[in-house]
T-cell receptor
């Protein structure tokens, strides 16, 4: 299995532009998580899905952020409009249920908003 | 103005020595804990886990200890190697919030050869 696949690996965009981050979870995993990692706040859970349904989006910082999971093999995290303070590494993780050894992270997308 | 970031604690150990990384967790109702290792440019990687009904669990070269009385978790790495250099995070599973993993700030481990 290729693991959790995120794209792009790096994204540099100008303030005000729309940014879309993509994630392909491990096949068969029914839970998907989006995290943001910054030096200021560490690793924060933004939103998670169970069977493609958003369960908890309390970590989404504001309305500029949205996430979708149209099917079991794909999810997006969108920021519109982007701001410099959104610069961070965004991780996607997937699991087959409750957290466990199978809770696997992708390699992340490093977003820089200038 | 100058931004203030997380000041991660750093543990420096000599190659071959044992390492102990500590973590305090917040929720006494958390029922499951995981240690992750994060190398530069990579996502966190699972190391070892422990359930709240246990106080010790051993893996290959790693041991996790759980003290629920003081809400403290530790990761012991035996015979630390240069490849162990990374940031280590503990995470607690907050079951009452729908199996939500909450991560600690992390500890930097530096192994000197």
């Amino acid at each position: 299995d290729a693991g959790v696949i995120q794209s792009p690996r790096h994204e540099v965009t100008e303030m005000g532009q729309e940014v879309t981050l993509r994630c392909k979870p491990i096949s068969g995993h029914n839970s998907l998580f989006w995290y943001r990692q910054t030096m200021m706040r560490g690793l924060e859970l933004l939103i998670y899905f169970n069977n493609n349904v958003p369960i908890d989006d309390s970590g989404m910082p504001e309305d500029r952020f949205s996430a979708k999971m149209p099917n079991a093999s794909f999810s997006t995290l969108k920021i519109q409009p982007s701001e410099p303070r959104d610069s961070a590494v965004y991780f996607c993780a997937s699991s087959s249920g409750a957290p466990g050894p199978g809770y696997t992270f992708g390699s992340g997308t490093r977003l820089t908003v200038v | 103005g100058e931004s203030v970031g997380l000041h991660l604690p750093t543990l420096s150990v000599q190659e071959g020595d044992n390492s102990i990384i500590n973590c305090a967790y917040s929720n006494s109702a958390s029922d499951y804990f995981i240690w992750y290792k994060q190398e530069s440019g990579k996502g966190p990687q699972f190391i070892i886990d422990i359930r709240s009904n246990m106080d010790k669990r051993q893996g290959q070269r790693v041991t996790v200890l759980l003290n629920k009385t003081v809400k403290h978790l530790s990761l012991q790495i035996a015979a630390t190697q240069p490849g162990d250099s990374a940031v280590y995070f503990c995470a607690e599973n907050m079951r009452e919030y729908g199996n939500k993993l909450v991560f600690g700030a992390g500890t930097i481990l530096r192994v000197k050869s």
